[in-house]
């Protein structure tokens, strides 16, 4: 098992932490200095020591060594803080304290104990450590919305080997490795999972007494390794929250190591040894915040000439804020302990870190996000917006089919106009009988046909056939050559029903592929749709080779080319009613497709798909959405749209045949719809 050196996340963190770009930015603070100093203990009172500094406010710590002239007296040292003799644990705390809750918020925090020897650096740092414990599960007891878990890890750095506090079985010389992506990890550390603040204190403790403690000169318990307690906050918003993202900080406690010089400690042998490790450590921490006081960031940086150094790495110039508290002793026989003290809290305080949040997005909690997300886009491909275009171009199908349906029933009209107005001039000049094929049913057809129009559509089509039916008495006065006219321009109406009704199935199917929406019940309808289109084709081709021979044949009399019209415009009755259903069947089949197609608000009932039909009836034609323009550009442009074919009927081929201003209504109004 491995675990991220503080400074570091720790382990069992799904992944490595980032700071997202739409976070906070890195802040770059000086690391917060503190000085404290402790009453004379009662060895040193009983020693007569004197006592030789001073807090002259709460920010500067004066010498005032009795045997000194005052030009050789230190000068004043200012620090973010001075705590003096009678200052309390929680007075200290509150100096460190936004230092240390910034774990909370996903910042690396490390609180460091400076000093010599018996200067009340343990002391210190159990009170902050307490304080802290307090604070954070007091933050936790406020802050319902987020969930946190927090780990803890211990190691001792002693003799320049690395050593669990919370688990003596993993032997005393524990491996520092370097991961690329995770920093400097401790091989094998345990770090447990807190349950509550009295487990906490209660493993914080178990690390405070597997503590290496040696007895030496200067302090009967004082510790002679430095120990570093590692606690892992990482909070997460609780459920019903899209935010997937989860602060994650370490908080270091370290308690250092005596900062006396082995020579101090009237150590020998195995003592000096330790006396000299020690100072190895403390040593390269001294010179690493020398080289980055002045500034050296850029230059090289002793970290790894120590394992402590190693292993704070973060909390030294790096994404940490850091306090150090140092300690000293007022003693005047640990007076130059206590000036070299704050020769290195000055140093300290010119120490620039870069602090920034961690976040991270863990794979559990990245897999969910995506799948709402995936979800989400699902939703999205369902909403009516496509289900409202399809809705759109079917109902401006519906209206080109209407529209065909208005021109069928107005060229119907005029055939059936021309063939009595025929009939009527055969009879007067040669009384020929004409045959009465079934064009009074197929007049009124178009009613039957068509039971969607309403009564206002059907007044307009009486008003436009009652219009035709003057526009045609009038012509009737002109030469048989304007009603071969007529009889062409109607032939080339009923060809161009038939191509617009093909360009709109056109369009149909490919809307139905492309949105995939062709079921087999959609397939089978465009195929009769198709089959139908070709039918009206064939009708249509077998009326041009008729035309086609009445064109070759340009030595005929004109009455003679218009009884054949008239015999072949009775021999096509059948045809044109012919067409007629088939257009009826398109318009059926169209239907049935509709119907077969989703409604956009998913509704399956038989009611809300006509609902939903008549409204688009209803609503005016909007524009084709992006999806559709080259179809949109078929409608547009063709030379069969209903504004082109309406122009060409009603289009005037000589002043002759102009229509008077009454008519002229009917020319406006028949392109408009
Ligand atoms: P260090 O860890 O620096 O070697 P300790 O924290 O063990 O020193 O302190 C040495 C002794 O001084 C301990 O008995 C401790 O209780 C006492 N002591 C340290 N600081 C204070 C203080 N501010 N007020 C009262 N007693 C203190
Ligand atoms: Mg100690």
Same mark, same amino acid.
């Not at 009967?220 to 002679?224: A, E, I, L, M, Q």
């Given at each position: 098992m491995t675990v991220r050196t503080p400074g570091t996340p720790a382990r069992k963190i799904d992944r490595t932490p980032v700071t997202t770009p739409g976070g906070p930015k890195s802040k770059e603070e000086k690391i917060v200095v503190t000085v404290r100093l402790r009453p004379l203990s009662k060895k040193e009172q009983l020693a007569k020591d004197q006592v030789a500094? $001073?807090?002259? $406010? $709460?920010y500067t710590i004066v010498s005032?060594?009795? =045997?000194?002239?005052r030009t050789a007296q230190p000068p004043p040292f200012t620090f973010d803080k001075v705590f003096g003799p009678s200052c309390l644990n929680e007075t200290v705390y509150e100096g460190v304290k936004t230092v240390a809750l910034s774990a909370l918020g996903g910042i690396n925090a490390t609180i460091f104990a400076y000093g010599? #020897? =018996? !200067?009340?650096k343990t002391y210190t740092m159990r009170g902050i450590t307490e304080k802290a414990v307090n604070d954070i599960y007091h933050h936790i007891m406020n802050t319902p919305e987020r969930d946190f878990t927090i780990k803890i890890s211990g190691l001792e750095i002693y003799n320049e080997n690395v050593r669990d506090l919370l688990n003596s079985? !993993?032997? +005393?010389n524990l491996k520092l490795l370097d991961d690329p992506e995770k920093g400097t990890v401790v091989e094998k550390l345990v770090e447990e999972t807190v349950s509550n603040d009295q487990h906490l204190r209660h493993l914080i403790s178990i690390c405070e007494a597997q503590r290496q403690v040696g007895e030496t000169a200067l302090n009967?318990? &004082? !510790? +002679?390794s430095h120990q570093i307690i590692r606690l892992t906050i990482q909070s997460t918003l609780r459920e019903n929250s899209d935010c997937v993202r989860s602060f994650v900080a370490s908080l270091n406690f370290v308690d250092l190591?005596?900062?006396?010089?082995? &020579?101090q400690t009237h150590a020998d042998g195995a003592r000096l040894k330790e006396g000299c490790h020690i100072n190895l450590s403390l040593m390269t921490l001294t010179t690493v915040i020398r080289k980055l006081s002045v500034g050296k960031r850029s230059g090289h940086i002793?970290? +790894?000439?120590s394992k402590l150094t190693r292993i704070l790495q973060h909390s030294l110039g790096g994404n940490a804020r850091t306090a150090i508290i140092c300690t000293l002793s007022p003693a005047l026989s640990h007076f130059e302990q206590s000036r070299n003290t704050l020769f290195f809290a000055t140093r300290a305080k010119e120490v620039t870190n870069n602090a920034q949040v961690n976040m991270v997005v863990s794979d559990k909690q990245l897999v969910k996000h995506l799948q709402k997300e995936v979800a989400r886009l699902e939703a999205e491909l369902r909403t009516p917006d496509l289900s409202r275009e399809k809705d759109l171009k079917i109902q401006q199908m519906e209206m080109e089919i209407e529209e065909l349906k208005r021109q069928r029933d107005l060229a119907q009209s005029e055939v059936d106009e021309l063939r009595r107005k025929l009939q009527d001039d055969q009879q007067t000049s040669n009384p020929i009988e004409l045959p009465r094929p079934s064009m009074k049913k197929s007049l009124s057809y178009s009613d039957v046909l068509s039971p969607k129009l309403d009564r206002k559509e059907i007044d307009h089509n009486d008003k436009t056939r009652k219009t035709l039916l003057r526009q045609s008495m009038r012509q &009737?006065? #002109?030469?048989p050559f304007t009603l071969m006219h007529e009889i062409r321009k109607l032939e080339h109406l009923q060809e161009q029903l038939g191509e617009e009704a093909n360009r709109a199935l056109e369009v149909l199917q490919k809307e139905v592929a492309y949105h995939r929406l062709g079921n087999q019940d959609a397939a089978e309808t465009i195929a009769k749709l198709q089959a139908e289109i070709r039918e009206m084709c064939a009708v249509r081709s077998i009326k041009k080779e008729v035309d086609v021979g009445t064109a070759?044949?340009?030595? +005929? &009399?004109v009455s003679a080319n218009l009884k054949e019209e008239i015999t072949k415009l009775h021999s096509q009755g059948s045809t044109i009613a012919n067409l007629e259903e088939q257009l009826e069947n398109v318009q059926k089949s169209i239907d049935k497709l509709v119907m077969s197609l989703p409604s956009s608000n998913q509704e399956s009932n038989g009611e809300a798909a006509a609902k939903t039909k008549n409204q688009s009836i209803k609503n005016n034609l909007l524009p084709l959405t992006s999806s559709n323009v080259a179809n949109r550009q078929n409608f547009i442009k063709s030379p069969s749209s209903s504004l082109s074919t309406s122009q060409q009927i009603m289009e005037p081929d000589n002043e002759e045949n102009r229509p008077p201003e009454d008519d002229d209504i009917v020319s406006k109004e028949t392109p408009r719809v």
């Open positions: 500094w $001073d807090c002259k $406010d $709460d005032k060594h009795p =045997s000194q002239e010599q #020897t =018996s !200067s009340g079985e !993993s032997g +005393r009967d318990t &004082s !510790s +002679r190591a005596g900062s006396e010089r082995a &020579s002793p970290y +790894r000439d &009737s006065s #002109t030469a070759i044949a340009p030595n +005929r &009399s």
